[in-house]
């Protein structure tokens, strides 16, 4: 049974100085608390000439046509790729020159398969990927296990500013690499702030590893998140930094499905992500009530909501399969399932979209139908600039040596 305990009391993140309080369900918010505030549009303003300037770079900041060519031609993991990184710089010198007349700015979420690659493969598979789709702003990734692989993807990518998550002890500490798995953050713009909710070992805030400062120095805030829920927090929580252009970015890497629907581990794995989604969900709405724009990308490990019976749209309904089907679940029509993460944080606030709702399948081996489990979710002021979500195609069972494909969304402050 998937307990709806935390859905009705109160969610609390703490920081060492300070706690914020969240009322739940989080669908019941005033209209008004989802940061529409003159103050807010004007702080998050941000000329093409000011993002140049603090990124120093042109890449990522305006439109691209790569994001549907096909890598048929890719070279094989293990090559020097320095052509690469020259093409990356031609083509950000090119787009320096359409940023002028168009303010675009491009994110990308990608599950990487980095647990037991080396840096030097996670490079390539960073230049490759980009030189495919295109240079973007704002990479975030997810299934890296040591920061020397995030190093190396943002010299691969030309990423000045990047961040990590510490949610588990080192691979040597848990002795297999899917036991370490972390998230990045890496940006063209500069990062003003790190946080995370480390909701792992025996400590309030974490195991007893301290967070990793990210680069230039920028040291990472834990955040303690206080649920009344009954339940065990996650095993992995969320990756928070600030951009200098006011955006509040999340990464996450929720807890996977194993590809069976409606069965008792699904169900459990169901918990556990709403559980994770609730937390992310209370620090997102105090940062709309701030009046941020936020994305909260990375892999969800669940279809969008109505794509597949088991993806919930109310998390008020307390869903459950009937005979071990997924037939005539609950709901109107017995249409509503059980597993209503997603449905948590798009109920943060009325400018919430799920970018990625009609995207195609990303995880490349297909063994999860009813399209992408990779999403990007946006919400506050300048939410509506966003686009709606790409993918690359892919030929064989990678993409570029990972089993998904990439998320791609757009924001133009024309939208």
């Known amino acids: 049974m998937i307990h709806r305990r935390c859905w009705s009391r109160s969610a609390q993140i703490e920081k060492p100085s300070e ?41 990522g900041f305006a439109a691209s046509p790569a ?16 052509m690469l990184h020259r093409l990356l710089a031609g083509v950000g010198l090119l787009l320096l020159l359409s940023a002028a007349q168009t303010a675009e700015i ?29 240079p973007v702003a704002v990479l ?8 020397e692989q995030v190093e190396a993807a943002a010299g691969a990518g030309g990423f000045r500013h990047w961040a990590m998550s510490d949610f588990s002890p080192p691979v040597h500490i848990t002795g297999a690499w899917h036991k370490s798995l972390e998230v990045a953050i ?12 480390d909701t792992t070992g025996p400590r309030p805030d974490g195991d007893r590893y301290p967070p990793r400062t990210s680069a230039p120095g920028r040291p990472t805030d834990s955040l303690r998140l206080k649920q009344d ?36 581990e699904d169900r459990e794995s169901a918990r556990v992500r709403e559980i994770q989604a609730a937390g992310l969900a209370a620090d997102a ?16 490990n669940i279809q969008a909501p109505g794509r597949v019976l088991r993806v919930g749209t109310d998390p008020q309904q307390d869903c459950a399969p009937t005979a071990g089907t997924c037939q005539g679940i609950c709901g109107p029509g017995g249409r509503d399932g059980y597993d209503d993460s997603i449905a948590l944080l798009l109920g943060i606030g009325s400018s919430a979209r799920l970018l990625s709702d009609a995207l195609d399948s990303t995880y490349v081996l297909r063994r999860f139908p009813g399209g992408a489990i990779d999403h990007i979710l946006v919400a506050g002021p ?10 690359p195609p892919v030929n064989g069972k990678r993409w570029h040596g990972a089993d998904h494909r990439p998320v791609l969304t757009r924001w133009n402050d024309d939208r």
């Open 19 to 59: 706690r914020i309080a969240m009322p739940m369900p989080f669908r019941n918010r005033p209209a008004g608390g989802n940061g529409r505030s003159a103050t807010g549009r004007a702080g998050q303003a941000a000329t093409v000439a000011q993002i140049q300037r603090r990124a120093g770079a042109g890449a």
């Open 67 to 82: 994001d549907t060519r096909s890598n048929d031609s890719r070279p094989s993991e293990g090559q020097a790729v320095p």
């Open 106 to 134: 491009r994110v990308m979420t990608w599950n990487i398969e980095g647990g037991d690659a080396s840096p030097e493969v996670i490079a390539q598979r960073v230049g490759q990927a980009l030189a495919e789709v295109g």
């Open 140 to 147: 975030v990734l997810q299934e890296l296990v040591e920061q």
């Open 186 to 197: 890496l940006s063209r713009l500069p990062i003003e702030a790190v946080a995370e909710w």
């Open 229 to 264: 829920t009954g339940d065990p927090p996650p095993a992995r929580g969320f990756l928070r930094v600030d951009l200098a252009n006011g955006w509040r970015i999340y990464g996450v890497h929720w807890k996977s499905s194993g590809g069976q629907d409606c069965t008792a």
């Open 285 to 300: 709405a105090d940062a709309l009530d701030q009046g941020r724009t936020l994305m909260i990308a990375g892999d969800f």
């Open 382 to 391: 300048q939410a509506a600039g966003f686009s709606a979500t790409t993918t």
